[in-house]
């Protein structure tokens, strides 16, 4: 293999819009993102975190926007921002994601469409909000998150769990809509990973997620970016409307 052939970076020139950008999962996402030469562009409604973890990057190539995805007018702005700097949209992290638990006796409605309309409703406002993009390019990666919640079920999560399997329906039926179209749809599916989103579980459910899961061990945030950066390179190139668990073997 001569020199030229060695290849350094896997997104070189990519533009990627990920939300929920600013903290957990998305942000070592965005770290990924960038360390493979990718321009950035992090949508969060957190915008004190999202402005600290654009310091820590401290890299031009990454860009911040106060961004609530359940939000359309929001989302519209943003993407023309993201197309007016760089003409193109080549990867969406669909990541942003809420949980408001409880037992279905004790869930109101107000749980219940809160939960829908951001980690459902947000991936469909943002997909159908940079597809036209995509379309125009005749190319990009829409990556979404599920979660062995939405295989699986949990108790106490009818809300997060509907979603979550509401996005494997999206990513299905996506990938065969825009598959023709040079769009690769996928979903990555984690199981309990150490972020502020588990925090609020209680330890006892941790243990007992640790127990069950044969590698017997909570996932990191990078192991979920490192699955975020395979689909979205071109080394999943024939890749096209999987479901990639990430959960140490938790849902067999
Ligand atoms: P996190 O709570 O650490 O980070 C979520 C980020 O999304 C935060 O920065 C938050 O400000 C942002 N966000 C929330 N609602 C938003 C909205 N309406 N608009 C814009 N930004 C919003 O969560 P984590 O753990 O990093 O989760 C990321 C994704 O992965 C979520 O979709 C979650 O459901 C999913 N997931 C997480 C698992 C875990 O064990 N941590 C397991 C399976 C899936």
Do not use: H
């Not at 994601?97 to 939960?115: H, Q, R």
């Not at 108790?155 to 996506?174: C, D, F, H």
Request: hydrophobic letters at 40%; glycine letters at 10%.
């Amino acid at each position: 293999i001569s020199k030229e052939e060695v290849v350094y970076l896997k997104l070189t020139e990519k533009v990627a819009l990920i939300t929920g950008g600013a903290q957990g999962i998305g942000k070592e996402t965005a770290k990924k993102f960038l360390q493979e030469g990718a321009k950035v562009v992090i949508c969060d409604y957190d915008e004190k975190a999202g402005l600290a973890t654009l310091e820590e990057f401290g890299n031009e190539n990454a860009d911040f926007f106060k961004v609530d995805v359940s939000n359309s007018a929001q989302i519209a702005k943003v993407v023309q921002a993201t197309v007016d700097k760089y003409g193109r949209i080549d990867i969406l992290v669909n990541n942003a994601g809420i949980t408001v638990d409880g037992f279905l006796t004790k869930m109101d409605e107000a749980a219940w469409e809160k939960v829908i309309s951001v980690n459902l409703s947000g991936v469909y406002k943002c997909t159908k909000a940079v597809a036209p993009v995509m379309l125009q390019q005749g190319s990009g990666v829409i990556l979404n998150a599920s979660s062995v919640v939405g295989l699986y079920g949990n108790i106490g999560q009818t809300n997060y769990a509907a979603t979550k399997a509401g996005v494997i329906g999206l990513t299905k039926s996506w990938a065969k809509e825009f598959g023709p179209k040079g769009i690769r749809v996928n979903a990555v599916a984690p199981g309990f990973i150490e972020t502020g989103m588990t925090a609020a579980v209680p330890q006892k459910v941790l243990d007992f997620m640790k127990d069950k899961t044969p590698l017997r061990k909570l996932g990191r945030p990078e192991d979920i970016a490192n699955a975020y950066l395979y689909l979205a390179s071109d080394d999943a190139n024939y890749v096209n409307g999987t479901i990639l668990s990430v959960d140490g073997g938790l849902v067999i």
